[in-house]
């Protein structure tokens, strides 16, 4: 699913609010992700805002046994119009703390968002590095025989 700026741009209010619903291939869900995601511009760009849910089949650590955890993720990012963004900067001469508004990212030069793309990176990024199917977990397959 892309949305381009200037599609964005047309749109009563500059927003685009819609229900998400894909099954993205890369990902050990065994549901589509789903939620409510909202695009609107932005300064020299657009915004994405919203939150996606679905259910991980993961792998313990410790026992190596599947299990699955329900994972919710809230997304914000922000995503510039790179050279729209450059003719409306002023040089700071100041050293200022970064705020939150300092951190996006770059808008594909065809000005397309991918929402799936976005979606995807969030969900990995928020699936856990360590996998533990939880305090009952009988530890690891050698304890078992012993």
């Keep these: 699913m892309k949305i ?9 209010k500059g927003r685009l609010n819609f229900d998400y619903n894909e099954t993205l291939e890369g990902l050990d869900a065994v549901k589509p992700v789903v939620g409510e995601l909202s695009v609107s511009l ?4 657009m915004r994405l805002r919203g939150q ?27 995503f510039v119009n ?3 963004f450059a003719d ?9 703390e970064l705020q ?4 996006f990212e770059a808008l594909p030069e065809d ?4 929402i799936s793309d976005v979606v995807y990176q969030a969900v990995t990024l928020a699936t856990p590095v360590y996998c533990s199917c939880g305090e009952e977990c009988p530890g690891t397959p050698e304890t078992e025989s012993r």
């Design 82 to 84: 790179l050279v729209e």
């Design 4 to 12: 381009g700026l200037g599609e964005l741009r047309a749109l009563p």
């Design 111 to 114: 000005g397309f968002l991918d």
């Design 42 to 45: 932005a300064t020299a760009g």
């Design 52 to 78: 996606v849910k679905t259910l991980l089949k993961l792998a313990c650590h410790r026992c190596l046994r599947p299990y699955f955890q329900a994972l919710t993720v809230d997304i914000d990012e922000r």
């Design 88 to 96: 409306s900067q002023a040089p700071e001469t100041k050293d200022r």
């Design 100 to 103: 939150k508004d300092d951190f």
